[in-house]
């Protein structure tokens, strides 16, 4: 039986499939196995914190990682990297 994902590891799923060019909102979505109205609560928080910004295509949004969410995924990876090194030192 698998675990559930803590509110971070979500969040920073969101983040990571962002990064990776995933930028349409429904894609995004399925790629982080969430269900629309928790995924629309998440993508609010990272709009509204400047993690994440919504471009315009026509009608059409787009989410795009900002500087400061680049920074903070970068320092979750670094600081789970290093946890994990820690572990395997036990």
Same mark, same amino acid.
């Given at each position: 039986m698998t675990r559930k994902r803590t509110?971070?590891?979500i969040y920073l799923d969101v983040l990571r499939t962002? /990064?990776?060019?995933v930028n349409k909102p429904t894609n995004?979505?399925?790629r982080c196995n969430l269900a629309w109205r928790p995924f629309r609560h998440v993508l609010d928080s990272l709009v509204e914190n400047e993690l994440l910004?919504?471009?315009?295509k026509g009608r059409r949004r787009t989410y795009h990682l900002t500087? /400061?969410?680049y920074k903070v995924l970068r320092r979750f990876e670094d600081t789970q990297s290093l946890l994990l090194t820690l572990m395997k030192q036990r």
């Amino acid at each position: 039986m698998t675990r559930k994902r803590t509110t971070i590891e979500i969040y920073l799923d969101v983040l990571r499939t962002v /990064k990776n060019g995933v930028n349409k909102p429904t894609n995004i979505m399925y790629r982080c196995n969430l269900a629309w109205r928790p995924f629309r609560h998440v993508l609010d928080s990272l709009v509204e914190n400047e993690l994440l910004e919504i471009r315009w295509k026509g009608r059409r949004r787009t989410y795009h990682l900002t500087e /400061k969410g680049y920074k903070v995924l970068r320092r979750f990876e670094d600081t789970q990297s290093l946890l994990l090194t820690l572990m395997k030192q036990r």
